[in-house]
């Protein structure tokens, strides 16, 4: 059974820009999430997305913004892009919604923006 | 509000010796704990997770981690360590408080633990 895929491995963006991540679960899982991870802030849950809604959602500000497909696969966008929005975006998947279940992650986009 | 740390941001052991990485939580609920393991370039694996009964939680690679509500810790552990389990590890809590569907999943810093050979 293939792993979490992301697409693309690595981004460079400058300032100001929008930039879109692309996730695509396990086959069978509905449940995906995205993670901030940075060195000095560790790692941050973004939002959790279950049957294309928005379950629950972190602390971060409106320019971070996601969305479910019908087929499980998510996008995260962010816009209006900041040095500090550099950082390796983390999505993992679940077979139920909730993050009591075991997460599967995937390797990773690696953003930087300029 | 609840939160998660991992005192040590690194940890030294010999290889052959037991380890021990650490966790401390806070929560309002009651604690929903997981450890991850984060390998040089290879995304998040999980280890283990306590959501209730044993205090003691048996995971992956031989690793395991024991619950001390009194404590508010959920320290990982293995008896003995081997150079390939260097790595990135993350303690992770989530409050249960039930219906408060505003909870969410709170990751420590990590802890980078170096196996000396």
């Known amino acids: 059974k293939a792993g979490v895929t992301q697409t693309p491995r690595y981004l460079i963006k400058t300032r100001g820009q929008q930039v879109t991540l692309s996730c695509s679960p396990i086959s069978g899982h509905r449940s995906v999430s995205w993670y901030q991870q940075t060195p000095g802030q560790g790692l941050q849950f973004l939002f959790e997305y279950f049957s294309e809604t928005q379950r629950n959602k972190g602390n971060f500000p409106g320019r971070f913004s996601g969305r479910q497909f019908s087929n499980s696969r998510s996008e995260m966008n962010v816009s209006t892009l900041e040095l500090g929005d550099s950082a390796l975006y983390l999505c993992?998947?679940?077979?139920?919604?909730?993050?009591?279940?075991?997460?599967?992650f995937g390797p990773g986009t690696r953003l930087t923006v300029l | 509000a609840q939160s998660v740390a991992q005192p040590e941001d690194q940890v030294n052991v010999a290889e052959g010796n037991p380890l021990t990485v650490k966790c401390t939580y806070s929560?309002?609920?009651?604690?929903?704990l997981f450890w991850y393991v984060q390998y040089p370039n290879r995304g998040l694996q999980f280890l283990l997770k306590?959501?209730?009964?044993?205090?003691l939680v048996k995971g992956s690679y031989g690793f395991e981690a024991e619950f001390n509500k009194s404590q508010t810790s959920f320290h990982l552990k293995k008896p003995s360590a081997l150079v390939s389990d260097s790595a990135l590890y993350f303690c992770?809590?989530?409050?249960?408080?039930?219906?408060?569907?505003?909870?969410?999943?709170?990751f420590g810093k990590g802890t980078r633990l170096h196996i000396l050979p």
């Open positions: 306590y959501i209730t009964g044993d205090n």
């Open positions: 993992a998947s679940s077979q139920s919604e909730g993050v009591l279940n075991e997460q599967f």
């Open positions: 929560v309002s609920g009651n604690p929903y």
């Open positions: 992770a809590v989530r409050d249960f408080s039930g219906f408060n569907r505003d909870d969410k999943i709170i």
